[in-house]
Nanobody, 123 residues
Framework: QLEESGGGLVQPGGSLRLSCEIS????????IGWFHQAPGKGREAVSC????????YYEDSVKGRFAISRDNAKNTVYLEMKTMGREDIGTYYC??????????????????WGRGTQVTVSS
């Protein structure tokens, strides 16, 4: 089970930090991915972190703006978002993979999902 938090309203150019709390057994053995679903569009992967936290991947449009990290002692994965724009509006989901490694900026087989947290960018 996963639960996202940290969404909200941010001004253009602003920052937010999303959290994904993981209640899965052996949470630190799972790669975790973040996904973005813009209004009226499908869910798209934006970033992935392996089980150790040592390896991270990003979709091209968020490279240099987003940073994924994890604290396995707290069973939590974070997504730090900076220089945000209207293209970042939407619902953000985290998902867990049974695998410890990512498949590039995607997790290989998402098998557990959170309910999402809403992000709005507006002045």
């Amino acid at each position: 089970q996963l639960e996202e938090s940290g969404g909200g309203l941010v001004q253009p150019g602003g920052s937010l930090r999303l959290s994904c709390e993981i209640s899965e057994a052996a949470a630190d053995s799972h790669a975790i991915g973040w996904f973005h679903q813009a209004p009226g569009k499908g869910r798209e992967a934006v970033s992935c972190i392996d089980s150790t936290g040592r390896t991270t991947y990003y979709e091209d449009s968020v490279k240099g703006r987003f940073a994924i990290s994890r604290d396995n002692a707290k069973n939590t994965v974070y997504l730090e978002m900076k220089t945000m724009g209207r293209e970042d509006i939407g619902t953000y989901y985290c998902a867990a993979d049974d695998n410890a490694e990512c498949c590039g900026f995607r997790i290989c087989i998402p098998n557990s999902w959170g309910r999402g947290t809403q992000v709005t960018v507006s002045s």
